[in-house]
Each structure stands twice: as structure tokens, then as C-alpha cells.
């Protein structure tokens, strides 16, 4: 089973445009001191009612994530780092659906063999002032998260605003 945590620090705010929708971009990184391991974040603000699309894109940004530290480009960037342990985190609003959380649980086993954790963070509520690009496809392709109308859905992003 992944490991299901409540993030209790109180700074649950993703970084703008970041989120599982954007494959090829590195939400957060991060050495923490404390614990001396690597975490590479990626965050997810929408509802786990999306199906099919939603577990691609946690598929691929995951994908990336493990590219990103196996195939050097972390230790390329970052030698300093290098020979520390590793967790991805995935940081959540709410905890993912049961079929997101069976393919997280098969990853982890997967990411295990090298030496790569990987937890589920609830972050709770994001605030609907954050800013930034939900990652949704409006029709033109981003509904920009910061909106000034009254909160509805929007397409198939997902978010309200």
C-alpha cells in the first residue's frame, strides 16, 4: 500500500502552471535536511474524477519524474546531491481514487527496486486565489486559473474559479 499522509505544515500551495497535466515540467525539488533525502513533488488540485485522462497524466508526469533522477539528469544538475535516497511525492487536495491509488501502489512496488519512494500527501484545499494555470483545456487551452467570474466548471479542466 502507498504511504497516505495529511500534510500538516500548513504551506500547500502548488507552484503556478505546475500539476500532473504538464509531464515535462518538475513541480518542486527539494533536499530535505532533516530527513537528508531528495523529494521531487508534483501536485494535483483537481478532483480524481477524471478518469482514464487523469491516471495518463499521473502515468506520464511519473514517467518523467523517474527519467528525470535514472537517466542523470538529476545528478548532471545537482552532483552535490548525488548518493542520496529519493522520494516522489504526490501532492493532493484530496486523496486519489481507488483505481489511482492501485496504480500508485503497482509504481511504488516498481520504483522500490531502485531505491525510489514514493507517498501520497493530502495538502487539503488550495486557495482559489493561488493564480496561476490550472493545467485545464478551455477553449484556449488554459482557463488561467485566476479567473474573475462566478465558480463554475470550466470544460473538461476541472477547476472552479
Known sequence: ???????????????????????????????????????????????????????????????????????????????????????IELRTCEEPSEKAMGFLGRARDQLALQQISLEVVVIGEVAADSGGCCGGSGESGCCGGSQSVEPQTHGSCGCAH
Request: glycine share 8%; hydrophobic share 35%; net charge negative.
Open 1 to 87: 500500500m502507498v504511504s497516505l499522509r495529511e500534510d500538516l505544515t500548513g504551506t500547500n500551495s502548488p507552484p503556478p502552471g505546475s500539476g500532473i497535466e504538464r509531464a515535462g515540467m518538475l513541480d518542486a525539488f527539494a533536499h530535505d535536511t532533516r530527513e537528508d533525502v531528495l523529494v521531487l513533488a508534483m501536485f494535483e488540485t483537481r478532483s480524481w474524477e477524471h478518469g482514464e485522462r487523469q491516471l495518463f497524466q499521473l502515468q506520464e508526469k511519473l514517467n518523467a519524474y523517474v527519467s528525470f533522477i535514472l537517466d542523470g539528469e538529476m545528478k548532471e544538475n545537482f552532483p552535490h546531491l548525488q548518493g542520496k535516497p529519493v522520494r
